[in-house]
């Protein structure tokens, strides 16, 4: 299943989800209750076969973009991990 980012910008944080594509996507913050918007993130491929996650980020980066790329991860967002919620008893 696909891991989903939602975030809350009042709350700085932005929750990582993991649910199927026709459940429904988290609604409200756990914490303040407000609206959460999803963020559109890359998917996990490794489509040139690099060593690394880093050498595929920075391969054809020109300057400007990778000034802007640090810039985007320097946010002090924190993020949490929400489980699935689990469809059945665990003792059947």
């Given at each position: 299943?696909?891991?989903?980012?939602?975030?809350?910008?009042?709350?700085?944080?932005?929750?990582?989800?993991?649910?199927?594509?026709?459940?429904?996507?988290?609604?409200?913050?756990?914490?303040?209750e407000g609206s959460?918007?999803?963020?559109?993130?890359?998917?996990?491929?490794?489509?040139?076969?690099?060593?690394?996650?880093?050498?595929?980020?920075y391969a054809k980066?020109?300057?400007?973009?990778?000034?802007?790329?640090?810039r985007d991860l320097?946010?002090?967002?924190?993020?949490?991990?929400?489980?699935?919620?689990?469809?059945?008893?665990?003792?059947?």
């Open positions: 299943m696909p891991v989903y980012q939602y975030e809350c910008t009042p709350c700085l944080v932005v929750y990582e989800v993991v649910h199927g594509m026709n459940d429904p996507p988290l609604a409200s913050c756990p914490r303040c959460v918007t999803r963020l559109i993130s890359a998917p996990r491929i490794n489509r040139h076969n690099f060593s690394g996650p880093t050498e595929a980020k980066v020109s300057p400007q973009q990778e000034v802007a790329m640090e320097q946010r002090v967002d924190e993020r949490i991990w929400l489980p699935p919620p689990v469809k059945h008893e665990p003792w059947d």
